[in-house]
């Protein structure tokens, strides 16, 4: 990165927010006209978004380091290219949304999406709503952004191979560390995030991430691309060997065949193969459908579960609608989001294939860093007072590329357990019978030079399987304590190494500013959303004669409170006890996303849905979910999700017959007409064609 590099970055980051904060002046109006219209301004751009900027918007604070690190760590992982089904069926969500859901809010006039629950329920429907969803957007999603903005800025500016040359793992003595809970790097680029984005959100309001999410939303595309360009270059360029290293297990790829392989040709040889679950590297990467065993993604959450985040996500999730709720009219918005979708199937070309690249010319990167990661998670154990009754979480992956040291520590897992369980210890005799087989089939195959790592995956799997029984999951019940879990590799550095191994002079500020402005955008939309539910949906109930002015002021100090808390929350992401960032937003999202989304269906469609269930539908979900989570913890959190919309639905459908039963009356919510509600027939037509892609895209990648 050259000094002209670090100029132009800085100039590009503070002349977009200088843009937002200068379009979202307030307008010359005097006298009450300019009270009425602040809060409607400053929390929903006066309701005057055009199309093109509703769409950019949209895509500008969704896609964010959420995909960037945590959707192409993911692929980098054992997923690959099914990752890209959130984003692919969002493409036809998108187009739903638009034609069903988005004609009924607007005519509604609401501000918020829990506003519609009281005009259809209850208060009781929308406070319960609010204070869920104000919980779960600071703590997840914010949060989630914070960490992995800064996990970029770890990666790229700081360590002693950073471009700043500063580790603050090593400042004052590693203060920032905070007791090695955190790493201190990550700490200072979660600051530095949060403060970016508080300060625009705080003065502009959304019409500030309007205007700024159409830069960072074309940029941030334009800037993915690059990235790929240059992954697929260096794939053409690099050692076959290194590369054989990275292929599928079942993929047949060659050394030989790589040889005089061109880029593209060598992606396909190496993810080729059938899909399989388990391991990376044990199945082909290339397919959208995964088996039905697959922890993350079973072909059977295509069916319902992928579904419902995605339609809470685009349909009723605050921080995204914000946008559409925004618009000038019904027409504006359609088209809007109908552009949004077709953005959407561009996503995964500058997102996830990047992220499976990362894995197959910078694997041993992705190693060291989790070596990082392992060796601090270690140290917790060696340094606490539990030590002798702690056992270690050895993954089939750690074992596979730290064989010495994983059977090491299931040596000392053995002691460990035995110390703590005198009166049936595990004998000599039960080993020989049980885990020393595998050991010596993996020891014996590290030593023959004839086989490749895909080879030892089922070898090592078995050890970590049956360390995974023995002590892991019997651990409370035996008195012993567990460590964090000891990976392989570091899939949320995927992009950010990328970047950091292919940039160079000339273009790094550009990539670098589209996506630090893009993280800056979300979590200021994010921001906005947080503080507009808290100021309506919560301040304003309990002071309905709060004048707008007083909102705004609510708002701007709902801001820092929000941004505050998730900033607490985002450097402790970084364990591997979440699984990866991407993981941790989605499935935490299920305790209310279920049953938000049912709500919002029957309150659309069913008008003799009786208003008791706006409240019952979103508790028994967060329970139903949460009951599933603990006594099911193995079940893919999309097929939980189903459940949990299954059993809304059967209940909902149950208090309509009842309520109907006895004659109830249909719930008519009434019209505010503030913007002009005619459909636009463009963008029917446009919708048509992406649902005709998307499909096409499915058939291909099969």
Request: aromatic share 10%.
């Amino acid at each position: 990165m050259s000094m002209l590099d670090a100029v132009l970055f800085c100039l590009a980051v503070v002349g977009v927010i200088g843009l937002g904060i200068y379009k979202a002046r307030p307008k010359k109006v005097e006298g009450e006209a300019k009270k009425d219209t602040s809060a409607a301004d400053y929390f929903l751009a006066g309701r005057g978004l055009s199309w093109w900027l509703v769409g950019f918007s949209l895509i500008a604070a969704n896609i964010s380091t959420e995909q960037f690190v945590g959707m192409s760590g993911q692929a980098a992982d054992w997923l690959g290219l099914a990752i890209a089904g959130y984003e692919w069926l969002a493409a036809i969500v998108l187009v739903i949304v638009a034609f069903f859901f988005l004609p009924k809010l607007l005519r509604c006039g609401v501000y918020t999406i829990p506003e519609f629950l009281e005009t259809r329920y209850n208060l009781g429907s929308r406070t319960i709503m609010a204070i869920s969803t104000l919980l779960i957007l600071v703590g997840v999603p914010t949060a989630g952004v914070i960490f992995a903005g800064a996990k970029c800025i770890a990666v790229f500016f700081f360590g002693a191979t950073g471009v700043t040359g500063v580790d603050f793992n090593t400042v004052a003595d590693g203060a920032l560390t905070l007791g090695s809970l955190v790493d201190g790097n990550i700490l200072v680029g979660c600051v530095i995030i949060a403060f970016c984005a508080a300060v625009y959100v705080f003065v502009g309001g959304l019409k500030a991430c309007a205007w700024t999410d159409l830069i960072w939303g074309s940029a941030l595309i334009l800037g993915g691309g690059v990235i790929a360009y240059l992954a697929i270059t260096a794939l053409g360029n690099a050692d076959p060997n290194h590369l054989i290293q990275s292929a599928a297990a079942n993929s047949g790829a060659t050394v030989e065949g790589l040889q005089n392989a061109g880029g593209i040709e060598r992606f396909l040889q190496l993810n080729a193969g059938e899909a399989a679950s388990g391991m990376n590297s044990i199945g082909g990467k290339l397919h959208m459908i995964r088996p039905a065993d697959d922890p993350s993604i079973p072909w059977t959450a295509l069916l319902l579960g992928l579904w419902i985040p995605n339609f809470f996500y685009w349909g009723l999730n605050q921080y995204i609608m914000q946008r559409t709720l925004a618009s000038k009219s019904v027409a504006e918005g359609q088209m809007g989001i109908v552009f949004a979708a077709f953005l959407k199937l561009l996503i995964p070309f500058v997102v996830v294939i990047p992220g499976i690249l990362a894995y197959n010319l910078y694997r041993d990167d992705l190693k060291s860093s989790a070596d990082e990661k392992n060796a601090a998670a270690i140290q917790v154990v060696e340094n606490s007072a539990d030590a002798d009754k702690t056992v270690y979480f050895v993954t089939g992956e750690y074992l596979l590329q730290n064989s010495d040291k994983g059977i090491a520590l299931l040596e000392k897992n053995i002691v460990a357990y035995n110390k703590a369980n005198p009166e049936a210890p595990l004998t000599q005799e039960v080993l020989d019978a049980t885990i020393v087989p595998h050991v010596n089939a993996l020891l014996a195959d590290i030593k023959n030079p004839e086989t490749t790592l895909a080879d030892r995956i089922p070898l090592a799997q078995k050890v970590a399987d049956w360390n995974a029984e023995t002590f892991v999951a019997t651990a409370p019940a035996k008195g012993l304590k567990v460590s964090q879990k000891l990976v392989g590799f570091d899939y949320d550095a995927a992009f950010p190494t990328l970047m950091k191994k292919l940039m160079k002079p000339g273009i790094t500020w550009f990539v670098l500013a589209a996506l630090f402005g893009a993280v800056v955008s979300s979590l200021a939309s994010m921001l906005n959303s947080a503080s507009t539910i808290f100021t309506m949906d919560i301040y304003h109930k309990l002071v309905p004669s709060s004048s707008p002015e007083s909102l705004v002021k609510v708002g701007k100090i709902g801001v820092v409170v929000c941004v505050l808390i998730a900033l607490g929350l985002a450097p402790f992401l970084n364990s591997p006890i979440f699984g990866g960032i991407f993981n941790f937003i989605q499935e935490f999202q299920g305790f209310i996303s279920p049953g938000v989304l049912c709500v919002f269906l029957f309150g659309f469609f069913v008008p003799k849905c009786p208003r008791v269930f706006g409240w019952l539908g979103i508790l028994v979900n967060a329970v139903l979910y949460g009951a599933l989570k603990l006594s099911v913890p193995d079940m893919a959190f999309l097929n939980r999700m189903s459940i949990c919309l299954i059993v809304c639905i059967v209940i909902g459908a149950l208090l309509t017959a009842w309520n109907a039963a006895k004659g109830g009356q249909a719930v008519i919510v009434p019209a505010k007409n503030e913007v002009p509600l005619e459909g636009s027939g463009k963008a029917k037509a446009f919708g048509v064609f992406v649902i005709v892609a998307t499909l096409a895209l499915y058939t291909l990648f099969w």
